[in-house]
């Protein structure tokens, strides 16, 4: 043998001891979502086959207003949850990981007692909701200490857009292991279905989806990314078994309770027409095959089904971009189409006529305002802005007085996706990447693109959003890093609060000892 | 096999094992891909504008201490040809940044990179002693601390990288910087300590504006020693660059990053300029001066197209630098002109790099070095990347190809971990 033909076999030796031992340790803490030893180089999927679909989909324990009011104590917990085969160690309300659903009318009362059993501060927003910051309503500054009991008193106006909503946890600096967790809840605001009679008839199927990243323990990761592993769910089931007659159309209510996690979901043999975004009807009808989802988004969308057979609703494998997540694929529940002879035969969907009730195009002809908000981040430090600042509570970013209707561009100055959020308020899209976009109803949240911007209109017009609350991104994982801002819309006739005054009702001595429970 | 290659293989083994160990340990593993977009020499410029706490209010919303632990690591697989002097034997070799960042508060916080590379000289009599130069082969690991500093607020104390140029750290490419990096023969002001004064502009409507201050000088300390390839204390009489008795080396640099052009692409560029002090036995202190601009134009960039995975983008970027005095020498400059196109489609990357390098001397005869360095990269669904480069270059009468296969993972085993944690 040459002596270059025994350096080439020393080098691949070496390589060989080097994979080796790479597969060795990368096998060694193996979480619960992992698929196989070379998980670190290909990185892991959860497989999860059809035939594990058993159960069939349940709605979350479900809580409804009556005479105008809902009177409710969650009940925020560590709890040991079955997933499957899987025991993790989450957090929930009342030990729902799926989440409670409430279902109140426009004009209704919720009353909700938040009692924090958990070694950390906690607290509740109510994502989407137009009502008010203060007091005891949406404050989603006002800490929970552990062991202490909050009550929320959120008054729905009348004329509250009906949709699907939902609440969930909002400590700064630990809202992305709470939530992902299971520290949130459904909230439906009946009428929807009001504004597209078609839908009227139809079975309602909530679909909660939620993400939880395990170690070999059951624990969540210390860094919970995607890569460490992933079990994605249902309503709080692994791959729950939904089931439709051929011909009848339902209305899946999605909502992304995720703190980080984008789906990408595709039906097998089916497509989704949606109706609905962030709560209200979007305009037009759309016929799509694959519906996309992001933290905090909302969608609805009917779903006719084929002929007899099982048909695999799938998250496809997902990116946020260069310097963002990838969201390994998993089959996360199976429909099953069945003739019931017992029924009669469904009958066909109505003609989709959308009457988008108090939605109409926010007037441009009149702007107050222009404001930018740029979303970047330091890759190294791990910390991301808006517009060069991480979010300090005893800071108020943006003044805006009543009234105002204000146009916003949001800017993304990064690798990766962004998804912005702003309480209390609704808002147009106007243009994506200076390119105009039709009227496609009001939402609460928006994905901005890759080094792209969006521009958006609000209306700071409603008095009942009077007080302070805030903007950010919907990727938990950066709001905790620094990516959100506080906003205080102010009543003019008044003025703004002083700089550093509490906003009435929060008690900045429950911001003491917010330091993980110790 | 040389009886000597094969004490520096087994010591690469042995160091690899070693990091291997470090890299791929139990610890939760993160999905980082590799910053060949970003410059993190440059990220650690910025900063928040910190607002110290009013004294009469709580400290903020959240726990103290915060510890984040990350590790960038790489294993190279290469190997050297040339036709003017010995190649180097194919072998691996192994790089890793360790990054710790312990925060105390939204203030104040403990900043420090430990990085593992190659370090060790090639031999002067090698007729390719200045061939890839900062590349691994032939060459002994040893890893010690590249930064440690406290940062409070918008200052740095400590030992850091002033923030001059970014092509050593921007260029895509594993090979690709090969003449920039080090200040010794290229221009990044590594092993330096001091203060840094950081400004950031208010107006974020052509993009991120910032302005930086530093004085500084080499690192005298044991911080400047490594392991197992020790590179020694540095005294005063050492002279090189920066060496001088006091931080009187002065920088000043102007950054803009992801300032839009039109609706269709983010620019970034800088401005920067170092006046050296005279260090031991030099004739004069050195001039460095910098400008760099990048622009990233998103090709298939609807959120929809990053959803599935296919989202592309150019990046073309160009960086010139001039050391005036170079080595200390009146009248002896070194310039450098470097550039780069790069084209990421999904997981995949593409990249082509040439840098060039003038030397020109009153007395020496001109000299002009060459490289040419392309690239192609995968992103694992795992978010290793694995890529294979080649590079060819000329350094003077000295011509070679390097050419490797890499695979590179960043670990993230702690992000902002409170001290004293609990789940939930």
Redesign the interface.
Known sequence: MS?HS???S??LR??A??CG??VV??G??H?LARAGAF???????LDVPPSAATEPLTTPTEYRSNNGKLAITVEAK?TRVQLGSFQI?G?TYNGVYGGPVLRLKPGDELQMTLVNH?????NVHFHGLQVSPLGHGDDS?R?VLPGETWQYTIAIPKTHPPGVYWFHTH????AE??LM?G?SGTIVIEGFQDQIPATKPLVEQLLVLKEFSA?GNG?????S????GQIKTVNGQLMPRIDIRPGETQLWRLTDQTANT?F?LSLDGHSFTVVGRDSHPIPKPEVVREI?VGPGERMDVLVTGAAAGTYKLVA???????????F?SQNMALLVSRADTSKPAPAPLGPLVMSPGTDKPIPGDRIDAQR?V?F?E??????F?I????F????VDVKVPLGNIEEWTI?N???E?HIFHIHQVAFQVVSI???PVPFDGLLDTV???????VKIRIPFTDPIIVGRFMFHCHILEHE???MMQQIEVYDPKVGPMPD?MNMAGMD?AH??H????? | ?SSQLMRM?SR??LA??GI??AL??????????V????N?AQ??Q??????P??PD??T?????PKI?FDILGS?D?ANMGSKTGPGR????VVWADA?L?LEFN?AL?L?GLFQFKPRQPLAASNPNKDLFINRGLDRREGGKMKELYFRYGDWRFGKFVPDFGRAYALLPGPYASDFIEEPEQGYEPSDMMGVEKLY?LDD??G??KQITFTAFMADRTFLHQSFPYNEGMIHYKDGGVGNTRLPENLLVTYDV??K?V?????LSYQASVIRWGKSYGEQRGEWWTTAGADI?I?VT????D????E?S?FRFYVEGARRDNFEGVAGRTRNFLSGSAEY?M??WVFDLTTAHRWTMDRILPDQKDESYTASIGY??????VISLSAARETVGSEKGVYAGIR?T?AF???????V?????
């Open positions: 002596s025994v350096k080439i020393s080098g070496k390589l001891a080097v031992l790479a340790l990368a060694a803490g979480g998980d670190a180089i290909l990185g892991p999927e560590a160690n957090a958990l070694a950390q501060a906690t500054m800490m400590g700064h600096g630990f292991r709470q967790g520290l170690d624990n969540l990761n210390a860094v990314k995607p890569f460490n984008y990408r996309m496809e494998k997902t990116s946020t971009g260069p310097a963002g997540d990838m390994p930018l740029s970047s330091d890759r190294v430090t791990g910390l802005f517009n060069h600042t991480t300090d509570h005893e800071r800017r100055a990064s690798d996706l990447n200076g390119k994905n901005v693109p890759i080094h792209g911007e905790d890093k620094g550093g900045h911001m003491l917010m330091d993980g429970g110790h | 096999m293989n690469s083994l690899s094992i291997g160990a791929l340990g139990t610890a939760a593993a993160s999905a980082q891909t910053p060949t977009g970003n993190p990220a650690r910025i900063e928040q504008r910190a607002m706490p009013a209010m709580p903020g919303d959240e726990g103290w984040s294993v697989y034997k194919p072998g691996f990054t960042l939204d916080s900043d950031v974020e409507n993009g991120w990053l992801n839009p039109g609706d269709w692409a983010h990233t998103p960039g609807t959120v929809a990053t959803l599935r995975g989202y983008q990421k999904g997981p992103t694992l669904p795992s978010q290793t695979l993972k993230s085993f702690c992000s902002k971990c409170l004293n944690d609990s789940f939930y």
